[in-house]
């Protein structure tokens, strides 16, 4: 049998419980990510690095909800916090201490961030933080990156997943495509993009449209497309060009937001951009996302200027007591070291495997989260990662699924990531399955 029929074999119970979701839920799954024929396992249970499905099947979980549970599932220093809590309410729709503590909390990682503003999700954030830019500067353009992922937002779901290099334009002036039906064309018309690591694309675009870009929003370390890592001095020129074309620079923590280091990537890199996005781990696994930066942008946003943010369920006591519990209790400056400490190790592993079965892939990593590209080469760009072998790819997923392990998002350009809670018997096991499947993909090669 293949992997795939022994992943079929091994998740009945998740078989029958995907259909009965099918007939009432488009694709019985939450999120389009959270698919994958013929149906996704169906979670019963969670707790540290580890899922159980309806069947009773172990897996060590390196998705971890995309890099959102970095505190680990079920952590029980959240779980307690989210607890006290209820008990006092889950919603006022009025101020509570609670936001103004996490905001403060949120400031000490970053420095850079006078004010902000939480929101319920980083689509939100990353689509408020554009609005902003666009109200600060009167401008309309926005550029982003060909490949990465900014949310939803018709504004930004834009060239995420190019299929071809034709469809994509040329590699220094890449075409900007809607990724999504139901987009009117002015919505998104006003979306520029450029080639992550590729400065030259990213001058060409600033000078052909000067005056009219409000913003640049960049995911400092790329994970659409795997784990890209900027080139060494990429970010710092970057914001010398935004600067001289007088661009804002939004920064898309989303994934990497504390969660690459203490302060996120503005502290690994030493960048300061003039806006932040955040969510996932700044949430310890609850809904919730932020935005902020310079006071006087901030000094913009309802009520205090023009530019509008509303949202009832914003800075509500529930999320943001368990975002304060996250930051303050579970990941400390410690346990950073352990994670990064766990993530060498893991990819060196990984490395090491590669290299002995010869097989024509790499590893790209920063700090806990990276992934395999089944390309020979490490890929400065999505369009580098995008030539990968997508069968090897699929063959790994499937493998890794059948021997117990969830080797990270459902799809070739989604990253692993390992939390607070993994162990070093966990890695350990980890590359011990890994090599296994490995063996079983070469021959795809």
């Known amino acids: 049998m ?105 400031q000490r990682r970053y420095p850079v961030i006078e004010m902000l503003r939480f929101t319920q999700s980083g689509v939100e954030a990353t689509m408020y933080a554009v609005r902003l830019a666009r109200a600060a500067t009167g401008k309309m353009g926005v550029l982003k990156v060909e490949g990465a992922y900014h949310g939803a937002s018709d504004i930004l779901l834009v060239s995420t997943a190019v299929p071809t290099n034709t469809a994509a334009g040329p590699e220094w002036m890449p075409s900007s495509v809607a990724e999504s039906a139901g987009i009117p064309e002015g919505t998104w018309k006003h979306t520029h993009v450029v080639q992550f690591n590729h400065l030259e694309s990213l001058e060409y675009q600033l000078s052909k449209h000067e005056g009219e870009i409000a913003c640049f929003i960049l995911e400092p370390c790329m994970t659409n497309g795997g784990v890209i ?63 902020g930066g310079r006071r006087d942008l901030m000094g913009l946003i309802t009520p205090m200027g023009p530019a509008v943010h509303f949202g009832t369920y914003n800075a509500n006591p529930l999320t943001t007591s368990a975002g304060l519990a996250c930051l303050t209790k579970v990941l400390t400056k410690e346990k950073y070291k352990e994670m990064d400490r766990l993530g060498e190790k893991y990819a060196k592993g990984l490395k090491d495997i590669i290299k002995r079965l010869g097989l024509p892939a790499c590893v790209t990593h920063e700090g806990p989260l990276g992934g395999i590209q089944f390309v020979p080469e490490i890929p400065h760009t999505y369009r580098q990662a995008n030539q990968g072998n997508k069968g090897m790819w699929r063959e790994y997923w499937y493998g890794m699924l059948s021997k117990g392990v969830i080797p990270m998002g459902s799809g070739w350009f989604e990253e692993y990531s390992i939390s607070a809670a993994h162990k070093d018997k966990d890695i350990e096991e980890t590359l011990n399955i890994s090599e296994d499947v490995l063996k079983e993909v070469k021959k795809l090669a």
């Open 2 to 106: 293949s992997f795939y029929d022994d992943y079929v074999a091994r998740t009945p119970m998740s078989g029958k419980e995907a259909k009965r979701a099918q007939a009432i839920i488009p694709g019985g799954v939450g999120s389009a990510i959270q698919f994958w024929p013929p149906y996704p396992i169906m979670i019963k249970d969670s707790q540290g690095p580890y899922v159980w499905d309806l069947d009773g099947n172990k897996y060590i979980d390196y998705c971890m909800c995309y890099a959102a549970m970095v505190a680990g599932h079920a952590d029980p220093v959240i779980a307690q916090a989210i607890k006290e809590q209820a008990d006092k309410g889950i919603l006022f729709g009025l101020p509570g201490i609670s936001a103004t503590d996490l905001a403060e909390e949120i």
């Open 229 to 291: 890592p900027p080139d060494p001095g990429y970010l710092e020129e970057v914001r010398k060009l935004t600067r001289k074309y007088n661009v804002l620079l939004i920064f898309d923590e989303v994934k990497v937001g504390a969660r690459i280091a203490y302060g996120g990537a503005c502290e690994k890199y030493g960048i300061e951009p003039d806006l932040v996005c955040l969510a996932k781990a700044i949430g310890g696994g609850t809904p919730l996302g932020a935005f």
